[in-house]
């Protein structure tokens, strides 16, 4: 399974509903694409289950210093720091790869290779994107683990996060997503290479074209926005 919803009894209860209207076999395998709670809640519950929680170990380091209203989630007991975990059950194989920062540092990717079915996490989403630089994510990098997921064999992508009316996206709709992180970055670059100042890099960044809007106060906060043009401003 993969990713296990927001913290709490009522979001752990109603995943469970739904993978007991499938199988009523314990859950035994779980992967977790990022730290952020909305993915990494319930961590432990699955554990205290039985299941074995398998994260980048960047994951486990994001979770030491990660103060979410909701509450903290758990350490995951299967961390791995390679670029790719194996999990067998079976007769059946699924993939887990970890190509670099994206999102945040603790990305995975669950790869399922006989269905040809990939879950992005919040590296591949439906709306606008967001870089989470305090956990030490990067969009120059994105770009880079974009290109590596694109030479997987896959034809639906589950995003970490849908636009409306759209849960799933083709293979066609994911390269069109890496085309938007691939313009985004070239013309962040290109205006700060022409010493664009950094306040104004955002408001001068043409993403209308794209559908996204990052002029905005997420994008906008120090933390964010000083780590971004630094990382444009190093980049080759």
């Known amino acids: 399974m993969g990713d296990t919803k927001n913290l709490g009894d009522q979001f752990y209860n109603e995943l469970m509903t739904r993978i ?3 199988s009523d076999k314990p859950v035994k395998w779980v992967v ?3 730290h952020h709670q909305d993915h990494s809640g319930n961590i432990g519950k699955f554990q205290d289950a039985g299941a074995k929680v ?3 170990s960047n994951l486990n380091k994001n979770l030491e210093t990660y103060a979410p209203q909701q509450g903290k ?17 079976g007769g059946v194989t699924a993939k887990v790869y970890h190509f670099g920062s994206a999102h945040t540092s ?3 990717f669950l ?23 305090p956990f030490n994510g990067s969009g120059v990098d994105w770009v880079r683990v974009l290109n590596q997921v694109a030479k997987l064999d896959f034809d639906t992508v589950v995003p970490g996060h849908s636009a409306q009316g759209q849960t799933t996206m083709t293979r066609a709709d994911f390269m069109a997503y890496k085309m938007k992180w691939e313009t985004l970055i070239s013309r962040a670059k290109e205006l700060v290479k022409k010493g664009t100042p950094k306040d104004q890099l955002l408001a001068q960044i043409k993403t209308d074209d794209l559908g996204w809007n990052i002029n905005t106060q997420q994008w906008q906060q120090p933390a964010r926005l000083d ?5 444009l401003k190093a980049a080759k």
Do not use: C, W
């Not at 989630?73 to 059950?89: F, G, V």
């Open 20 to 22: 007991k209207s499938i």
């Open 32 to 34: 977790v694409t990022h």
């Open 54 to 56: 398998v994260v980048h």
């Open 73 to 89: 989630p758990a350490m995951a007991n299967t961390p791995y720091s390679k670029r790719e975990y194996d999990i067998k059950l």
């Open 106 to 108: 603790g990305d995975s």
């Open 111 to 133: 790869y399922y290779p006989d269905l040809k079915v990939l879950q992005g996490g919040d590296a591949i989403v439906g709306v606008a994107p967001n870089i989470d630089f």
């Open 227 to 231: 780590p971004f043009y630094a990382e």
